[in-house]
């Protein structure tokens, strides 16, 4: 890779200019939120943050610093939680935030899409599909402030993956600079364009390492006219597998949402959150969110009945201890606020070391249990919270400081933790990265997970287009 040494003052002046007053932070107070990731994991060092306000500006900005070996850190909402949006130390990255590209370009509602800029918050997508009486379905906890570049370029999972994939499945066209500062216009509308290799889907997923995504054409659905869910107690894992054939047995695709909660997380949320309350008077290990969509109100009468009767069949077999269903939209919010305020209550368990898996459904009692007795004799005492996506195989097992023992002796320990539980997940025919990437934290670790063609057909790729190597240098590869 070619670096530059030291920022050259006339490579600053000249991205000053690009993209002009507002669109440039130097100062290092105003530029701390840039390059901290938000647990202070990571932080990097910059001397500029550019903020481009278009494609164009974004373009120019690529082919200065392509011609000077300038790296360039891309940088969407920051949210993510592998360091991948951080820069290194050294000081010889400047960071590009999409922040400032934030128009809703167009909704197409008879081809059902939304172009949208990158810098465009997941939420506000949202709202806009919605108030056009569309869906779009990626939904994460970090919504209110993840921005659509970085959701795409990390191929964010989320809730609605069981049913509608993750963010790979759901766009149609892009349109990216690439390391040369040229821009690819991929915007089409189009479900089928057989014409040779799919190039979005080189970008997608690649972290800013391959280029820098600017804008999107994103797939909408259909608004579901209302949702029926429940939370649903059972006494283990393997029950809630079978619950979840179950339900798909009688709503198909329709299961849009299956969610496995341990009772220790539900607890920890109630215990800190005092306008959230457990629906059920007696405690139970395991609980599952579940959450079925209807197109019609005749459909949801259907798809209501369908879950009741799936819910007392499984109540009545054993297969589930009880049942809560909402009555109302308040209800469904108030059931989904304890699964979503489950990475913020894990906070007050102190220093935590979190993990991204995905594994066969096969595999999930299997992962969990071999996982945490694993962990136990690397930390005696840690706390393990296993709890996620499960219905596409998505756990997110996240490990606790022991009580009492303060954070820094325990963080010491993340190599050995991270090996143990990846160490299963591979032999469970597993990913260590199911939904959050690579950046700096598993870039090494996917090495030993890896064959060696698939790493050097990545290292290829790279090459092929970004020879100098300034693309977000350092993660992924």
């Known amino acids: 890779m070619a670096y530059t ?24 107070a105003e530029m701390e939120p840039y390059v901290t990731e938000q647990r202070g994991m990571w932080r990097g060092v910059t ?81 806009a599909a919605d108030d056009a009486g569309r869906l779009f379905p990626l939904s994460l906890a970090a919504e209110g402030s993840c921005q659509i570049g970085g959701n795409l370029s990390t191929n964010a999972g989320g809730t609605g993956v069981l049913r509608y994939g993750s963010a790979r499945d759901l766009v149609l066209g892009l349109e990216v600079v690439l390391p040369d500062g040229r821009v690819w216009d991929g915007l089409r509308h189009l479900r089928k364009d057989n014409t040779g290799y799919d190039l979005k889907h080189l970008f997608i997923g690649a972290e800013g390492t391959l280029g820098i995504i600017t804008a999107a054409v994103l797939k909408l659905f259909p608004r579901p006219a209302e949702f029926k869910t429940a ?35 539900i607890d920890l949320v109630v215990q800190n959150f005092p306008d959230i309350a457990s629906p059920f008077a007696a405690v139970y290990p395991w609980y599952v969110l579940v959450e079925i969509s209807a197109a019609s109100g005749q459909d949801a009468a259907t798809q209501g009945a369908i879950l009741e009767s ?57 992962f969990i249990e071999r996982a945490g007795a694993a962990t136990e004799k690397v930390v005696p005492g840690a706390r393990v919270l296993a709890f996620g996506h499960v219905g596409d195989g998505n756990v997110h097992f996240n490990v606790s400081e022991p009580p009492g023992t303060g954070g820094g002796a325990f963080l ?13 997940a591979a032999d469970l025919g597993g990913s260590i990265s199911a939904e959050h990437g690579l950046g700096q934290l598993k870039r090494e670790a996917v090495r030993r997970y890896k064959t060696d063609i698939e790493m050097e057909l990545m290292q290829r790729v790279k090459d092929a287009l970004d020879p100098q190597g300034i693309m977000n240098p350092g993660k992924v590869l």
Request: net charge negative; with cysteine.
């Open 47 to 127: 001397p500029l943050v550019v903020r481009p306000k278009s494609t164009g500006e974004v373009a120019r900005i690529v082919q200065l610093c392509a011609r000077n070996a300038t790296p360039i850190v891309p940088q969407a909402g920051n949210t993510g939680l592998c360091g991948g949006a951080v820069p290194h130390g050294d000081g010889r990255e400047i960071l590009l935030s999409v922040s400032r590209m934030n128009k809703v370009r167009g909704i197409a509602p008879l081809e059902n899409t939304i172009t949208v800029e990158a810098g465009c918050i997941l939420a506000d997508v949202q709202a």
């Open 412 to 424: 010491e320990q993340i190599a050995a933790v991270n090996h143990a539980v990846y160490e299963i």
């Open 5 to 28: 040494r030291t920022m050259d003052t006339a490579v600053i002046d000249g991205l000053k200019a690009i993209v002009g007053p507002g669109g440039w932070i130097d100062d290092p």
């Open 231 to 265: 939370l649903v107690a059972l006494p283990d894992v393997p029950q809630a597998l079978e619950l979840l054939v179950k339900l798909r047995e009688g709503a198909g695709d329709r299961v849009s949402a299956f969610e496995l909660m341990p009772h220790a997380l």
């Open 310 to 366: 799936s819910l007392a069949d499984a109540m009545e077999s054993g297969l589930a201890r009880d049942a809560v269903v909402a009555q109302s939209e308040a209800q469904r919010r108030a059931l989904w606020k304890i699964r979503e305020t489950a990475p913020e209550a894990q906070k007050f368990l102190g220093a935590s070391i979190k993990h991204d898996i995905s594994v066969p459904l096969s595999a999930i009692a299997s």
